[in-house]
């Protein structure tokens, strides 16, 4: 079923968040992460992961997000 106030699929409260890359588990998502929607799905990354990989993060991104 999906929320039709976001058009995302609902989490259920024992769902946790897992960084894509190193795998560290957070209850809820802290503000310091990065999410990212890769061949249609939502992932996210530690605020680690992503301090280490900002500049291929940002290399991604289209000229007018920056």
């Known amino acids: 079923m999906r929320n039709s106030d976001s058009g995302r699929e609902p989490r259920t409260p024992e769902e946790s968040f897992v960084c894509a890359r190193c795998g560290a588990v957070a209850e ?3 503000v310091t992460w990065t999410c990212s929607v890769e061949n249609g799905r939502r992932i996210y ?3 680690t992961c992503a301090r280490e990989n900002i ?3 940002e290399g991604r991104l289209d000229s007018s997000w920056w």
């Open 55 to 57: 500049r291929s993060i």
């Open 28 to 30: 809820s998502l802290p």
């Open 45 to 47: 990354f530690c605020d």
